[in-house]
Every structure is written in structure tokens, then in C-alpha cells.
């Protein structure tokens, strides 16, 4: 089945300095979603990247969306204590488009 | 944006009895709706998809019996776990789904069962 692969599993960094977490698909997706799970918290949704090549930015992030629509990346710029939290990404199924995927996650923590 | 409440947030039960969580749409109608279980520091698991006025269709190795939906209205579906065991204690957390026109996900706050 559909396997939606995120690296690295953890990431502990400074604050100040960048962070960056890489999601694969094992199948060609028509869409890539990024959640961020504070702890105790809920998945929030981020943004959906749709077309080959994309890229996208909101303030300090940026995503990425590969030429064959498998993989993805999820660059933050100068990381902040209030960015220490789980990053999902998550692509539709084949069968379902409505049913998600989820990766593993990255968990990020900032140290001050 | 859409939100979705679920309640309880956490609920702390006896083994053996049941407990039922509640996910509602608050501001947007959801012929779907999502049940995700969650182990800590992992992923989301999907456990079922609840569609409003019919059955709901379960992931494989995940016990229907055990774990009861009902999705009785476009704003409302309900996890029941029955006869819940200690190995039952998690997060489990619902999404909506708006419809085809947006795919992105959004969950409730999750409710964290503890079964003691």
C-alpha cells in the first residue's frame, strides 16, 4: 500500500538555525498537506502544495513540492521557540482522496 | 476556516465500561469525518471513516465492534469504545472533511482516554 515516509525523526536545533524535514511517497500524489502538532495539541494544517515544482512560503517557511509529485521538503528560516512542535506531512490515497496518508513526522525542538 | 469540536478533551474510565467522544462540525457540514488514533511521539493512525447516514468503513485490524461510529448528522459523529481495556488508553482525534472542493484536514482538539 501507499507508504508516506518523513525524515529525520528528530531534531533538536538553536535557536536561530534552520530546520528542514523531507517527506518521500512510495506513489505519485496529487497533493502534498503539512500539519504542525504543538505538544499536547492538536494537528493544525499548515498549507497544500498541488502542482510539480511548487514551491510556497509563509513568513519563515517554505515547502516544496518535487518535479514528480512524491516527495516534499518543509524548510524553516532562523527557527523561534514558538516553532518547536511535530511536522506531518500527508498525502491522499489512490482509493480515496479524502482519506490522508500521514508521514511519521519530524518533532523539532528549539533550545533558546 | 472550519472548525470542529470534540469533547471530551480527556476522560479517565474503568476497565470494562465504555466511553463515547464526541466530534462536531461547528461552522461547515461534514458528509465525512475522520477517526485517528494516536500512540505517543507517533503518527496518526486512521482507525475509520464515518460517512453521515451510512455505515462507517473501518482500517484493517481495526475492531468495529470495539470501536463504535455513528455518524447520525452532517455535524455530528461519535467514537464509542466499548469495553475498554488499559491497551485502549490514547489520543484519538477526528477530522472533518469539507468537501471536494478543499482536502486539507481539520481536526478536532483529540480526547485523551486513559483506562484504568
Known amino acids: 500500500g501507499q507508504q508516506v515516509m518523513q525524515i529525520p525523526q528528530y531534531q533538536h536545533v538553536q535557536e536561530g538555525e534552520d530546520f528542514t524535514t523531507y517527506c518521500n511517497s512510495s506513489?505519485?500524489?496529487?497533493?502534498i498537506q503539512w500539519y504542525k502538532q504543538r505538544p499536547g495539541g492538536h494537528p493544525v494544517f499548515l498549507i497544500q502544495?498541488?502542482?510539480?515544482?511548487e514551491v510556497k512560503k509563509q513568513k519563515r517557511l517554505t515547502f516544496q513540492f518535487g518535479e514528480a509529485k512524491k516527495n516534499s521538503s518543509l524548510h524553516i528560516t532562523a527557527t523561534q521557540t514558538t516553532d518547536v512542535g511535530t511536522y506531518f506531512c500527508?498525502?491522499?490515497?489512490?482509493?480515496?482522496?479524502?482519506?490522508?496518508?500521514f508521514g511519521e513526522g519530524t518533532q523539532l525542538t528549539v533550545n533558546p | 476556516g472550519a472548525v470542529v469540536s470534540q469533547h471530551p478533551s480527556w476522560v479517565i474510565c474503568k476497565s470494562g465500561t465504555s466511553v463515547k467522544i464526541e466530534c462536531r462540525s461547528l461552522?461547515?457540514?461534514?458528509?465525512?469525518m475522520f477517526w485517528y488514533r494516536q500512540f505517543p511521539k507517533k503518527s496518526l493512525m486512521l482507525m475509520a471513516t464515518?460517512?453521515?447516514?451510512?455505515?462507517?468503513?473501518?482500517e484493517q485490524g481495526v475492531e468495529k465492534d470495539k470501536f463504535l461510529i455513528n455518524h447520525a448528522s452532517l455535524t455530528l459523529s461519535t467514537l464509542t469504545v466499548t469495553s475498554a481495556h488499559p491497551e485502549d488508553s490514547s489520543f484519538y482525534i477526528c477530522?472533518?472533511?469539507?468537501?471536494?472542493?478543499?482536502?486539507?484536514?481539520?481536526f478536532g482538539q483529540g480526547t485523551r482516554l486513559t483506562v484504568v
Open positions: 506513489t505519485t500524489l496529487s497533493n
Open positions: 464515518s460517512n453521515e447516514g451510512s455505515k462507517a468503513t473501518y
Open positions: 502544495l498541488v502542482k510539480s515544482g
Open positions: 461552522d461547515f457540514q461534514a458528509t465525512t
Open positions: 477530522s472533518a472533511w469539507t468537501g471536494a472542493l478543499r482536502t486539507e484536514a481539520f
Open positions: 500527508a498525502g491522499p490515497r489512490e482509493t480515496s482522496g479524502s482519506r490522508l496518508t
